[in-house]
C-alpha cells in the first residue's frame, strides 16, 4: 500500500533525483488496486517539461503493464503515448513506442481495463 501523500510531496519535488525515484516507487510498489491512481499521476507526470521525469513516466506504463497486466485506462494512456511518438524530443518518442510495445504484450485486451494475467504466463 502507497503513502499517497508522501508520494505525491515528493513525484512533484523540483528535484530531479527526489522526483524520478519518487515515480520508481510509486510505480514499483503499488497494488493492483492503485493502479489507476498511479497512473492518472503518470499523465499529469508525462507533461512535466523536464524529459527526464517525463520520459520516465511514459516509461512507466509500460512498467506497470509488465507488473499488472493492466496500466490504467487503456484509451488515455494508449491516445497519450500515441500523441508523444510525434515529440520533437527522440527521447519521448523512443520511451513512448518502448511502453506501447509492452502494453501490447502485457496487456492482452485494448478496452478500458486490460484482462487479468493468466496465472503461469
Known sequence: MLNKPEIEEK??????????????????????EEVDWVSA????????TNPTVSGLALTCFGHLARLHGYMGDHSRVVTLLEAFRNSPVSELRGRAEDALEDIEIFCSKPQTHCSEPTPGT
Open 11 to 32: 513525484i512533484f519535488s523540483i528535484d530531479t533525483e527526489i522526483c524520478t525515484h519518487a515515480i520508481l516507487e510509486m510505480v514499483f510498489n503499488a497494488d493492483r
Open 41 to 48: 499521476h503518470l499523465v499529469k507526470l508525462s507533461e512535466n
